[in-house]
């Protein structure tokens, strides 16, 4: 099995070990698979297309297409969102984090939300941004809004049941575990660190790494509210 684990500063407390569960290897095989303590291997591995040079897309193109997981949550607004109903149709860029992480979350959603706003108004309408949250004892949907309005005020934001948010993660090769409270109060959460782009079947083909530049999102995301394919 293949692992790679991102971890922040030992200095910083509360610190989220992210385990980036994707690693590009000199075969050109992307395995989707991660392992931690006392957590299970999600679905994988899944390979990276032998035409992804072909591709218009800056990234990492799947010969794998996952299904958008059947995942039903509160949004911050406290109403229930069925993530398949109501992006059905729709280019789709999906991320598991939590608001509290330090680092990678708050980088990766700021840079979509630079390269969103570099879209026309009509472009931005057609991709959804969705985060869910892997800490939502502590991400309310108050919180969770406040946090993601300052990313991007059209970005969705999920919280609810952690067990659905494991399960959902887990068909996509994803690997969430329960956040931890450390002795002096902070959280620790470990989540797969990569963001997966489903294109208007329902299916993702695109995933960026959490080192992707926000030149890369804003190549990628016009082609995306076209629905090109990868």
Known sequence: MSRTTTRTRAAR??????????????AAALALTA?????????GPAKVSKEAKDSPYEGTVLSKHFDKPDLVLNDTDGRPYDLRKQTAGRSTLLFFGYTSCPDVC????????VAMQKLTPEQQQKVDVVFVSTDPQ?????VLRTWLDSMGKDFTGLTGDLDKVKAAAKTLGILVED??????GSVTSTHGAQVLAFLPDDKAHLLYLSATSV???????PLLAQGVPA
Request: glycine share 14%.
């Open 106 to 113: 708050p980088t990766t959603m700021g840079d979509i939300g």
């Open 35 to 43: 392992c931690g303590s006392g957590g299970q291997a999600p679905a």
């Open 13 to 26: 407390p509360g610190a989220p070990r992210l385990l980036g569960a994707a690693a590009v290897a000199l």
């Open 138 to 142: 502590r991400d309310t949907p108050q």
């Open 215 to 221: 030149q890369t999102y804003q190549h990628d995301l």
């Open 179 to 184: 956040p931890v409270v450390n002795k002096d």
